[in-house]
């Protein structure tokens, strides 16, 4: 077993030696106004939590299931809403990278660069990301065991950097459905000795679901976030809307805004009795 690195960059750290690291927002940029609006009541309800908040959402998502549902305003208008939430709330930004052609560009903007499930074997993007000098968080494909990635770590270790971590969020199980082997979570921290980001809302997606569009159970979040935190992990990810019936990606397993806060304060109570 290997000991579980601290990954740091500036300010920024994810890992044994620092706090809980929580990423959340919108699933996909829809307009300034909203996304400012969510992460401001992000910042105002982690306030008191004892949690390193960064602000997520995607400029593109590139792998909807229809060709007519929205993707996102594309990455030069997103880039201008980031960095309009990093002036106003001083949130740190994490958002997907889809081709090595995006890599250097929003590097400029987000202090992490995540690598999409579907894409976490592309070595070039990989490799891009890695060079960067960013926190890089690759999500565990859906279709990969946990000591599959391995070899993803060792690719970005190989460009020389260390600040690599990993994020759980479900394996297929059939068709149109996930589950999550909490095994995973230990053992790619301890096996592979980097941070586990557990991703309590695309682990509960029912992919295609819906035909057009992925389905999903919000009402497990709670469930599956309190197993994962009383296993270990070193940060949690959320998708979170004011009104998810209403959002543009992922409606059935965003979590309620306002329900952030008071889940935290379970989730944190909970990481706390299994440490002692």
């Not at 060079?131 to 690759?138: C, D, R, S, Y």
């Amino acid at each position: 077993m290997k000991p579980v690195r601290t990954v740091r960059h500036d300010d920024l750290a994810i890992g044994p030696e620092a706090p809980l690291m929580v990423l959340a927002g919108l699933c996909i940029v829809e307009d300034m106004e909203t996304t400012l609006r969510h992460a401001r009541s992000l910042k105002e309800q982690a306030a008191e939590l004892a949690v390193t908040l960064v602000f997520k959402s995607s400029f593109d998502k590139a792998n909807r299931s229809s060709i007519k549902s929205f993707r996102g305003p594309g990455m030069e208008a997103a880039l201008e809403i980031f960095t309009a939430v990093r002036e106003e709330t001083g949130l740190r930004i994490v958002t997907d990278v889809h081709e090595t052609a995006q890599v250097a560009r929003v590097a400029e903007v987000a202090d992490i660069l995540q690598i999409p499930a579907f894409l976490c074997r592309q070595t070039d993007l990989l490799v891009a990301a890695a060079e960067t000098g960013k926190i890089v968080n690759v999500k565990k494909g859906q279709f990969l065991a946990p000591w599959d990635m391995k070899n993803v770590v060792t690719k970005i270790e190989e460009t020389g950097s260390d600040k690599v971590v990993l994020t759980e969020r479900g394996s297929c199980f059939g068709y149109n459905t996930l589950v999550n082997d909490f095994k995973g979570l230990p053992y790619m921290r301890h096996e592979l000795g980097v941070p586990v980001i557990f991703d309590a809302t695309h682990s509960v997606q029912v992919p295609g679901g819906r035909g057009t569009s992925t389905g999903g159970d919000r009402t497990m979040i709670p469930y599956l976030a309190k197993a994962a935190v009383a296993v270990g992990i070193d940060g949690l990810f959320f998708e979170v809307h004011e009104n998810p019936a209403v959002a543009k990606s992922d409606a059935d397993n965003a979590l309620p805004l306002e329900s952030f806060g008071p889940l935290m304060k379970k989730l944190l109570a909970v990481r706390a009795a299994a440490q002692d």
